[in-house]
């Protein structure tokens, strides 16, 4: 009997944690859909939340993306004649079984590289005593690796795998905000090595705009691992689920509150009911204490994100090919009117609007209201 009574407590133990734990969903996905169904039930409301098929747009399809480069083919004789520049063994080094196969990143590090030599080339050949052809043909390749600048740095930076992997359709969202400090502060390193690796991809477009006469990054033989960072952590992928799934729920959000208030008056006169009191309750405990800091981690990170991409591709703007100006329009743009960023926003004020009203009615709007 003894035995069987502390089964019994066991079981109960168990079960007690089982419904404690169900009230602290611990992903992006249960959270929302918890406040979801909260707010449902205070508002005897029932809309419904599914956030089972819900993906960001990849990437249009990379021979879609891709531009063809103007080529500068040589003869065996005339490369030869480049001796005078430095650049045999930068030229070796590319006709080479590995150098033919090379990632967008090594290409990037080697047409870089073969510019700044290409350039101190031009200017030594201008009081050099070399046949005319030679020259022309100097000054042919010369111009024409600088053409394909910016069309070298579009290929090698968003055409590449680690690119591509940070706008995959099947990464899970952005993780909640942690209340454990190292988890907060790993959390807080990864997106910074994120912020860096996109701001050296910035520096580097930025050349395309440049006066002919920029030095190498200082950062260009380390560049590889910029692009492991982002293969490593797939922000943009995690977050683009994340926004999406955040404007769902609060379009969903805005829906419930708004079909209750026009059925008839939550509150009369400001009157504070006993449903008014488990109503501010999931404001306080539900949405202003779960969803409005994953909501705050989105926005955050993401306007960061965004700034960072616009920064990159500014100077590529007559670079890019017809599907990726879509893309970016829609997925990249900060201020286009019926992109993806601005529809959140959208959503976030009409959620904000629809508890403010709510709220009002009954006497019951805080200090300060959250994002």
Known sequence: ?????????????????????????????????????????????????????????????????????????????????????????????????????????QKLIYELKFLVLMRQCVAQMKTANIEPEVREQIDTIWRTKQANLPIVLWNSLYNSDEMEANFSASEPPLSLPSDDP???????????????????????????????????????????????????????????????LTTTTLNKGADIIEKRLKIKPFCYSGHRNQKADILMNVFSKFYAGRLQPYVAKVHQQGDVWLAAHEAILQP???????????????????????????????ALQRHTSAWQKILRQCNMMPDGNPL
Request: charged share 25%; glycine share 2%.
């Open 182 to 244: 190292r988890e907060r502060q790993q959390e807080t390193a990864r997106f910074a090595s994120v912020k860096l690796s996109l701001q050296h991809f910035k520096q580097l477009t930025l050349l395309a705009e440049q006066p002919k006469n920029w030095p190498l990054p200082e950062f260009i033989n380390d560049i590889e691992d910029d692009y492991l960072t982002l293969y490593s952590n797939r922000f943009g992928s995690r977050w683009q689920r994340s926004l999406l």
């Open 1 to 105: 009997m003894i035995a069987f009574k502390h089964r019994l407590q066991v079981l109960c133990s168990l079960c007690v944690c089982l419904l404690v734990s169900g009230c602290q969903p611990d992903t992006p996905e249960a959270m929302l859909e918890d406040y979801i169904s909260r707010l449902n039930n205070v508002l005897e409301q029932d809309v419904t939340l599914d956030l089972s098929n819900i993906h960001p747009t990849a990437l249009p399809r990379r021979r879609l993306r891709l531009i063809e480069e103007t080529p500068v083919r040589q003869g065996l004789i005339e490369v030869l004649e480049l001796r005078h520049c430095d650049l045999l063994p930068l030229i070796a080094q590319r006709n080479s079984s590995l150098g033919r196969v090379m990632q967008p990143s």
């Open 316 to 346: 590529l703007q007559s670079t890019l090919p017809e599907a990726m100006q879509q893309y970016e329009k829609h997925y990249l743009d900060r201020q286009y009117p019926d992109g993806q960023w601005q529809q959140y926003l959208q």
